[in-house]
């Protein structure tokens, strides 16, 4: 029975009677034991329709052919322009081969580009792969396996919708996506769904399997419900999430939880698991990159967590955090700077391997971290200690330690040279001229990304805005000898650090108003000493920029004449003004004005114009007239001369004389030598006006017109 709509219905009787004329798209077969779709759909058919509704009668060991065959299948997925396919009223005939125990599988439908609407047959137990194709939705009887759905679905970036269209107790849609029936468990999110940023359901507890909700390149943000309580997966693989993994979500940035969620959190978009205080997932598109982690928070980060991770260049882990995994940070290529804190007392493997820009780690205890053992005996190299932690790292890489602890890191297997004559140094660490005691950063007004450094390393400063609005950063300074600021009068500055503690100083003045007429900089506040960048258009009203003008204070314009310039903030308001020169109109009758070859209407006194006498036809330039305007024409006789622009405004006239050459190339009398003229009668004619004449010179007529 079709389970067609009425519309539908009709929809397809038009077409049919189309079909007559050979123009049907759509149809709608019933197949039998005995009528298959090789019979019932003409060649000519299966290769054009894009629309077709299968029935057939129902299936069971008693009738086990009475429905779609594996031909019947495999001739479904060949029609090559067919768009939707609506199987609800068919059932797959009974596979022999199983002892009529289940019906035939779906076959592999790998990269099929014709399909975009799917609803599959309402017996379907088993099907192949289904991807690289371009479906979008795909509808399901209750009766499909849930490995089905997952396994055979991924990856398939063009479908944006799963759905039921039986009623049952094993699964259920949400928005497109599918779950168990009690919507605990997310069993499938479809590739192609186009939300950047994803809110799961409350109810949903877990995910029922590793590719559950991988390889959507839409998704940016996952925000996880109050309900969730069971991560499946290391590394948030489940939600695409670890990245060295193939089915991640690679513009995942980030992953949420919801208010209310008692073993969950996020830091930074970071999800931690609170019952093991532990980082357990970071979205391959992670891109913090100065990071503190809490260690009141997080105890221990998870295996490979920022592995290949290219953004993170600063990670601090403040004291409390006590394991960093295997692997933690191998290729992070750009990661440049770690904090370490005391209560760190181990490194996994390869935690740093491969992290090329590693120049600088800080390790707060006084005991070094240790390393596990690994047993190569089968390599033949025996017990070793650690597991190429430093492998890769800059030659140019620093190690800053406590005071009076760099004799421990040198007897300790952070040294590259180091053995207790027992187990293979295999950590690849330092010399001992790596090892240098950090001092301490105090900041007054300001911040930093580190209290403490190596004594050579540059530290970034930030001064505070003041809490009160009255006053404003003036300048960097310190009382430690050996500090240089890179420029002690930017907000944001560095320095080098000496070879002993360091105190900088934030140093803030009243600041006071500065208000500018006629500019582009808008009107602000400064402190005194401050040099304020002050801009103006070139151009106003018609008007070149003539200089900057101080109306009220007593300030100094590094350069009056320039638009762009500066000047230093007095101890009082100021007002400065951008002036213009005035300018007055330029009127060329029968011409044309230029100032360096650009064309105008007006120009300001002392500036060089250039005019152009027009061109026409039958007239020949004589000179300029000036008409208003005291002003000296370079040459009044030549079609393009020049004049200085007075204070008035200035009109000049072209003046034309009669062109008197005729056609043929024969110029008029004069040109030609003695000429005599007559009319087309032949009679002579003395003074010739305009017209037509006979010109006879030097033995010769020519027919000539006089303008």
């Not at 982690?293 to 967590?305: E, L, T």
């Not at 200690?385 to 007897?411: E, H, L, S």
Request: proline share 5%; hydrophobic share 40%; net charge negative.
């Amino acid at each position: 029975m079709s389970h067609l709509t009425t519309l539908k219905k009709l929809a397809l009787a038009a077409v049919a009677l189309l079909g007559a004329a050979g123009m049907a798209d759509a149809k709608d077969v019933a197949v039998t034991a005995t009528d298959h779709l090789s019979s019932l759909i003409t060649a000519a058919e299966k290769e054009t329709l894009t629309e077709l509704v299968v029935t057939t009668g129902a299936v069971d060991k008693t009738n086990p052919s009475a429905g779609l065959t594996a031909d019947d299948l495999a001739f479904l997925t060949s029609m090559p322009k067919l768009k939707y396919l609506d199987l609800r009223g068919a059932s797959i005939a009974l596979d022999p081969g199983s002892n009529y125990g289940r019906p035939y599988m779906w076959p592999e439908t790998k990269g099929n580009k014709c399909i975009e609407t799917l609803y599959m047959p309402n017996n379907l137990q088993n099907m192949g792969v289904w991807v690289e194709s371009n479906v979008k939705e795909m509808y399901f009887p209750q009766t499909i396996p849930t490995g089905n759905l997952a396994n055979k679905l991924n990856p398939n970036y063009s479908l944006e919708k799963v759905e039921f269209y039986q009623e049952g107790n094993v699964f259920k849609s949400i928005d497109g996506a599918v779950y168990t029936a009690d919507g605990t468990q997310l069993i499938y999110y479809p590739q192609g769904k186009k939300e950047a940023d994803v809110v799961l359901p409350e109810g949903m507890v877990s995910t029922i399997n590793k590719i559950a909700m991988a390889f959507n390149p839409n998704i940016e943000t996952i925000t996880l419900p109050s309900t969730f309580r069971q991560l499946m997966f290391n590394g948030g693989r489940e939600f695409g999430a670890s990245a060295p993994n193939p089915e991640r979500n690679e513009n995942l940035r980030a992953i949420y939880v919801a208010e209310g969620n008692a073993g969950f959190t996020s830091i930074e978009g970071m999800l931690v698991d609170l019952s093991k205080k532990e980082i357990v997932a970071c979205p391959p598109a992670f891109g913090v990159a100065d990071l503190v982690i809490d260690g009141n928070i997080v105890k221990a980060i998870n295996s490979s967590i920022f592995a290949n991770n290219q953004t993170i260049r600063r990670v601090k882990f403040t004291e409390g955090v006590t394991t960093l995994g295997y692997s933690l940070f191998k290729g992070a290529a750009n990661l440049a700077y770690v904090d370490i804190p005391s209560t760190v007392t181990n490194l996994g493997g390869e935690c740093f391997a491969a992290c090329s820009a590693l120049e600088t780690i800080i390790c707060r205890g006084t005991t070094p971290p240790g390393f596990d053992t690994v047993d190569r005996t089968s390599q033949g190299v025996g017990i070793v200690m650690g597991n190429n932690q430093f492998r890769g790292k800059p030659v140019t890489a620093m190690v800053g330690v406590p005071a009076g602890a760099i004799d421990n890191y040198v007897n300790s297997y952070w040294n590259r040279n180091f053995t207790n004559g027992t187990n293979a140094n295999q950590v690849d660490g330092y010399t001992p001229e790596q090892f240098a005691e950090y001092k301490t950063v105090n900041v007054v007004n300001g911040s930093t990304n580190q209290d403490v450094a190596i004594p050579g390393s540059s530290v970034n400063i930030t001064a505070d805005s003041p809490a009160d609005n009255t006053m404003a950063f003036v300048r960097w300074e310190s009382e430690t000898p050996g500090v240089v600021f890179t420029n002690a009068l930017s907000k944001t500055t560095s320095f080098k650090m000496p070879a002993s503690d360091v105190t900088v100083t934030a140093v803030y003045d009243a600041k006071h108003e500065y208000t500018l007429v006629n500019a582009i900089t808008p009107n602000g506040y400064a402190a005194t000493g401050v040099t304020v960048n002050i801009e103006a258009p070139s151009r106003m009203n018609g008007a070149d920029f003539l200089e900057w003008v101080v109306k009220k204070g007593d300030v100094t314009i590094a350069n009056p004449k320039a638009v762009q310039t500066t000047f230093v903030m007095g101890n009082a308001d100021v007002v400065i003004e951008a002036t213009y020169a005035q300018v007055f109109m330029v009127n060329v009758i029968d011409g044309e004005a230029s100032v360096n070859g650009d064309m105008i209407l007006d120009a300001a006194p002392g500036v060089t114009v250039t005019i152009t006498a027009a061109k026409k036809p039958g007239y020949l330039f004589a000179s300029w007239k000036v008409n208003e305007g005291a002003v000296t024409l370079a040459d009044a006789k030549a079609a393009t001369t020049t004049f200085v622009m007075p204070e008035s405004d200035v009109t000049v006239e072209a003046t034309y004389t009669k062109d008197q050459s005729g056609i043929e190339g024969v110029a008029a009398d004069g040109l030609n030598g003695a000429a005599e003229y007559f009319n087309l009668q032949g009679q002579k004619v003395e003074n010739p006006s305009d017209g037509l004449y006979l010109m006879r010179s030097n033995g010769k007529t020519t027919k000539v017109i006089i303008k």
